[in-house]
């Protein structure tokens, strides 16, 4: 007698050669996979190029003025070789840390979380300063100037500059303040240049705090990377001699 088929479980699509493309949460893995065998630049470049095309596509000749969207479109490399030439301290959080963990993700702005002591908001106004910020979705015309008397009166601010979408955050949700960041970040190499980028774990923690609709896509797929990084730590290389226990 044959056994009864089991009740509610669901079949997943099978791919040629029974290599594991989607997750169960169904996020693609090929991508990840893919973005993890290359370097942190060539995944931040990509980032960039990706988002100066979305940009080309996203503007119509009624959304403003060429100069309007040229301020849009983002060159993450000019503005962190800014924040560092000025030795701000900040952490890179947001779109670019999780390309840097190795998501799929596309982003058009960059995400720092700043230190806010009166020192590093100095700094952060003369590198600022050159690109001419001014408040994402304000009225054009509104009386604003980055100043450390303006940085002091708020926590985070979104910024238009002259190299593209910039999110200051004094604080992040699910991580806390830019000492917390820097505990749960790691130095990379970001265009050349050593900065500090959130952690997996950072980004996952911000995430669930953050539970927009929005982020539930960018969790799963966090969440995956977490496991693949789990288990390349635990999975030995075969490539070379064994490393010492």
């Known amino acids: 007698m044959a056994a009864p088929e089991q009740k509610g479980k669901t079949k997943g699509i099978e791919f040629y ?21 290359k370097s942190l630049e060539e995944r931040w470049q990509e980032a960039c190029q990706g988002s100066i095309i979305f940009e080309a596509f996203r503007r119509t000749p009624s959304s403003g003025s060429k100069q309007e969207g040229a301020k849009r479109m983002l060159d993450a490399a000019a503005i962190v070789r800014r924040l560092i030439e000025q030795q701000v301290e900040f952490v890179v959080v947001g779109g670019l840390a999780m390309i840097a963990r190795g ?68 604080e992040v949700s699910g991580v806390g303040t830019y000492s917390q960041a ?44 977490k496991k693949m990084q789990d288990a390349a730590k635990t999975t030995p ?9």
Not at 17 to 37: A, F, I
Not at 237 to 245: H, K, R, V
């Open 103 to 170: 998501s799929a993700y596309l982003t058009k702005d960059l995400d720092v979380c700043y230190n806010r002591t009166p020192d590093n908001l100095a700094a952060l106004v003369a590198a600022l300063a050159p690109l001419h910020p001014y408040l994402r979705g304000a009225p054009p015309g509104l009386l604003f100037q980055v100043d450390v008397p303006t940085l002091e009166g708020g926590l985070n601010f979104t910024f238009i500059t002259d190299c593209g979408d910039l999110d200051l955050l004094g």
């Open 17 to 37: 050669g029974g290599y594991e493309v989607y997750s169960e949460s169904g996020v693609d893995l090929t991508l990840l996979r893919e973005n993890l065998r």
């Open 237 to 245: 290389d075969n490539s070379g001699p064994a490393s010492p226990a």
């Open 182 to 225: 820097l505990v749960q970040s790691s130095e990379e190499l970001m265009f050349g240049m050593k900065v500090h980028v959130l952690s997996i774990d950072g980004l996952i923690a911000a995430k669930k705090a953050a539970g927009r609709n929005k982020d539930h896509g960018h969790l799963l797929e966090l969440l995956e990377l």
